[in-house]
C-alpha cells in the first residue's frame, strides 16, 4: 500500500480498477479545511489522463509494472511483433494499443515493452530517436516569414518542423515524448 503523500512523478498505482501512473502531482494545505493532493494521472491501459484529487494520507495500492527491453521486428497485418534479446521469445502487440509510438519506431529499433503481470500495457521509447527525412521542401535562403521552419516528413510517417537548412536524406534526431526535432545526426 502507498499513501497519497508518497506521490511522485511516474509513480505507478492501482486505483478505481485500473492502473494509473503519475504524470504530476500538487500537496495542497489550505487555510481551513483538510490537506488533500491534485493529482495528474494516466491510465496505461487506455492512455486517457485525467485530473484526481485524494485526501492527504489516502491509501492505495502501489501497481508494480515491469520494463522489458525488446528488439522490434516487423508488422504483421495489424500486430507488430517484439522479440526478447535473451530468450528470442517473441510477443505480439495490437496495432491500436501503440498507435502513438509507432511514428517514431523503426524496425530492429530496442524499446522497453511496460507489462503488468502477463499483461501488455504499451511501449516505452527512447527518449531520442535518429531517423531519416525522406520528404521536405528546399529551404530558400532568406525565406524567414514563416519564422525559419518547415515541416519533415520522417522515414516512419511522422511529420515534425525543422530549421530551414535540413534537407532530404538528413538524420535528424527527435524527442519522441514531444515529437519535436532536436539536431541533425
Known amino acids: 500500500m502507498i499513501s497519497t503523500n508518497e506521490f511522485k512523478t511516474g509513480l505507478t498505482i492501482q486505483y478505481d480498477g485500473n492502473i494509473w501512473r503519475v504524470i504530476e502531482f500538487q500537496h495542497v494545505k489550505p487555510g481551513k479545511g483538510a ?3 491534485r493529482s495528474k494521472l494516466k491510465n496505461l491501459r487506455t492512455g486517457a489522463v485525467q485530473d484526481k484529487t485524494f485526501r492527504a494520507g489516502e491509501k492505495m495500492e502501489a501497481a508494480h509494472i515491469e520494463n522489458k ?3 522490434y521486428l516487423y508488422d504483421n497485418a495489424g500486430t507488430h511483433v517484439f522479440m526478447d534479446s535473451e ?3 517473441q510477443l505480439e502487440i495490437p496495432q491500436e494499443q501503440i498507435t502513438d509510438a509507432l511514428k517514431y519506431m523503426k524496425e530492429n529499433m530496442l524499446v522497453d515493452i511496460m507489462m503488468f503481470g502477463h499483461e ?3 511501449v516505452e521509447l527512447p527518449t531520442k530517436v535518429e531517423l531519416k527525412v525522406v520528404e521536405t521542401e528546399p529551404g530558400i535562403r532568406g525565406d524567414t ?4 521552419s518547415k515541416p519533415a516528413t520522417l522515414e516512419t ?3 515534425v518542423t525543422v530549421p530551414l537548412f535540413v534537407n532530404k536524406d538528413d538524420v535528424l534526431i527527435v524527442n519522441t515524448s514531444e515529437g519535436t526535432y532536436v539536431s541533425r545526426a
Open 35 to 37: 490537506a488533500f493532493v
Open 69 to 71: 527491453t525488446m528488439q
Open 87 to 89: 530468450t528470442y521469445e
Open 120 to 122: 501488455v500495457l504499451g
Open 145 to 148: 516569414t514563416s519564422g525559419g
Open 157 to 159: 510517417g511522422a511529420v
